[in-house]
């Protein structure tokens, strides 16, 4: 996929902190973006979607690093997009003028219509909340999608699992030792959670948001492929399954039955 400049203005420095930790810097937002926004679509194509004249739901855009690419597409498609965090969804309402912005609640359900959406995405939310919320929020993805739809999500599977018991990664909750330790739960159990620590941001404009934030809604999830079978396939079918390309973000392409 080509990718084109766009002529937007950038997100200011610590709403990129939060989506990217606070080594981010806007080139690597900007490329990040764009890598991910391209997997994203081609995981989509891979499946036979066509994006003239859809509907597509972007859930927990934050301050639109994936979304901004999506413009290109703007004048074939309806974009809806929301989020939890008001804060980066203002900005992208004032910045990225492309789209339709809704803030939604931590759980469902939204004001957005039932059936009202061929596809939807979503980067790293289901990498980060506990097991009830995705049990939610699929059910609520379920009333979104027309039958047929699709949901291309993401989360931390295997190839995670290894590059963070390596040391490989800018994160330490869990700690490399702490992954290793707890490894027999997640094969028995499917799931394993750590909740976020104290978050260190040298952006005083943030400061007052992690304090706000209830870190026990939000760490760092693992999961296995058995689990994504048992509990995201209530009510779709999974269609794909696309191990991390760069030992991070596995995609999940799950069809609303």
Not at 45 to 61: H, N, T, W
Not at 74 to 88: E, F, H, N, S, W
Request: charged share 25%.
């Amino acid at each position: 996929l080509e990718v084109a400049e766009l002529e937007f203005a950038w997100p200011p420095m610590h709403l990129v902190e939060r989506v990217g930790g606070v080594s981010t810097g806007h080139t690597v937002f900007r490329e990040g973006g764009i890598v991910d926004w391209r997997r994203m679509v081609s995981v989509l194509q891979a499946d036979g979607f066509r994006f003239e004249g859809a509907s597509v739901l972007d859930f927990g855009c934050g301050c639109g690093r994936i979304l901004r690419h999506f413009a290109r597409f703007a004048p074939q498609c309806r974009l809806m997009v929301v989020d939890v965090d008001p804060t980066p969804l203002e900005w992208c309402r004032g910045a990225l003028d492309f789209a339709e912005f809704e803030a939604i609640p931590l759980l469902p359900p939204t004001s957005l219509p039932r059936g009202g959406f061929d596809a939807l995405y979503s980067f790293s939310v289901f990498s980060h909340i506990p097991l009830e919320s995705p049990r939610a929020w699929l059910a609520e993805f379920a009333r979104l999608l027309r039958p047929g739809g699709l949901a291309v999500l993401t989360y931390h599977g295997d190839r995670a699992v290894e590059r963070w018991t390596r040391g490989d990664t800018p994160s330490n909750a869990p700690t490399p030792h702490a992954l290793a330790e707890a490894l027999p739960r997640l094969r028995a159990e499917g799931i394993l959670f750590f909740p976020f620590g104290r978050m260190n941001t040298p952006n005083p404009e943030n400061v007052e948001h992690w304090e706000r934030m209830d870190r026990a809604l939000y760490g760092n999830v693992f999961l296995t492929r058995e689990f994504i079978e048992r509990e995201w396939c209530q009510h779709f079918a999974l269609v794909a399954h696309v191990p991390a390309p760069d030992d991070w973000q596995d995609y999940v392409v799950l069809r609303r039955l």
